[in-house]
């Protein structure tokens, strides 16, 4: 595989979906707040690991976990199919609001406070990130299918056939029945996880191949991936989305003090956010919305989702994009960088209303959680040995 650059472009997020028959959904029940959760996590614990997994993957959570909950919760189950299944449960959310003690009621800044805060988060962008040392991380990418059993002997089908000549074939394991979704037959499956090594170097984005610790699984069944989480998508949000149309939403707790949140949207005329479903065809530019958190004193930016809506012959397809950063540190320099990503397509049947209440019920999901860890300072190393030159 050789490796492949991206100079501070265009984010983008490349998708490989095999097409499903939709079928009519049951009436979902109740979602469960953090809260709830917290409750069912300490009712599992002591259960078997593929029981916890299978009670983990029948609820969904109406409210966004926080990292240090999630970690809490991660904690107190030991085998991998419970710890997979809180994964996939846990970053579903990841688009909701966070619960209501994690909002803050501190007073609405007045217009040209909240603009203040805008524009030192585009200064923010345009000054710092472009300063970002070079470096390595090491990112961290397990998938999720939410889908049928036959969608995915069907996808699997399909994935033979067309890697033939690899060793690696899609493969799955079921972790249990997505009832609360409202998907009729649906389960939570585990795809796949993989680790690659991420360079930036000079603004340049490389991903190498995987490292002999990488991979656990099937890394053939990884069939989303996104790019730009190091400075691309915040440049593209910050300059798209026109700082005097960002509108205020509310202040939450961040991980060192409170963020404003912000409200933005950008039309597709203005969109450099590209989607690929196919290698073969240019990508789209489809028009996005989401949230951007920033810390008010430093224009500093914590987390930013993108949701992107985009039409086919055949299907309407949701994609939500979701990247929290924290402080790190790279050659004993504190940084912020991006510690957590959540990507998720959605398949809806093609007569689906997307601004419906409550939203329609998707026929299959794909979800990605990306970790970026192991920061280290990249330097170039050269070799002279005697006699090289020349064969």
Not at 31 to 59: H, I
Not at 110 to 123: C, E, H, T, Y
Request: include cysteine; aromatic fraction near 8%; charge should be negative.
């Amino acid at each position: 595989m050789h490796p492949s650059a991206h100079r501070w472009a265009n984010p983008i997020l490349f998708v490989c979906l095999a097409q499903a028959a939709f079928a009519a959904p049951p009436k979902a029940p109740a979602n469960l707040t953090v809260a709830e959760f917290d409750t069912l996590v300490a009712s599992l614990r002591q259960q078997s690991d593929g029981k916890a997994a299978r009670g983990l993957a029948r609820v969904t959570l109406k409210e966004r976990a926080g990292a240090d909950q999630v970690a809490r919760w991660e904690a107190d189950f030991q085998g991998s199919r419970a710890r997979e299944a809180l994964l996939a449960v846990t970053d579903a959310s990841a688009f909701q609001n966070p619960p209501a003690a994690e909002i803050l009621h501190n007073s609405q800044p007045d217009p040209a406070a909240a603009q203040q805060i805008v524009a030192k988060a585009v200064d923010y962008v345009k000054q710092v990130m472009p300063k970002l040392p070079n470096f390595s991380a090491l990112r961290a990418t397990t998938s999720f299918e939410i889908a049928t059993q036959a969608q995915l002997d069907s996808q699997k089908l399909m994935g033979n056939l067309v890697q033939q000549s690899h060793k690696a074939k899609p493969s799955y394991q079921s972790l249990g029945p997505a009832e609360s979704t409202g998907m009729r037959d649906a389960q939570i499956f585990w795809t796949g996880s993989n680790s690659k090594l991420v360079t930036n170097r000079e603004g340049f984005e490389v991903t190498e191949s995987p490292g002999a610790t990488a991979s656990q699984g099937d890394q053939g069944s990884l069939n989303m991936v996104t790019i730009g989480e190091f400075g691309p998508i915040l440049s593209v949000i910050t300059l798209e989305a026109l700082p005097d149309q960002m509108a205020w939403n509310r202040w939450e707790q961040g991980p060192a003090g409170p963020l404003a949140v912000f409200d933005y949207a950008v039309p597709r005329a203005r969109s450099h956010f590209a989607v690929e479903f196919n290698l073969n065809e240019p990508p789209d530019f489809p028009a996005y919305h989401g949230e951007i958190a920033i810390d008010p004193a430093s224009g500093a930016i914590f987390r930013i989702t993108i949701v992107a809506n985009m039409h086919d012959p055949d299907t309407l397809r949701q994609v939500h994009l979701m990247v929290e950063y924290e402080h790190v540190t790279i050659g004993g320099v504190p940084y912020i960088c991006p510690v957590h990503g959540v990507a998720m397509v959605s398949l809806l049947d093609q007569y689906a209303d997307e601004n419906a209440q409550p939203p329609p019920i998707p026929f299959k999901v794909t979800i990605n959680d990306v970790s970026f860890t192991h920061y280290h300072l990249f330097r170039s190393e050269s070799h002279v040995l005697n006699g090289a030159i020349g064969r």
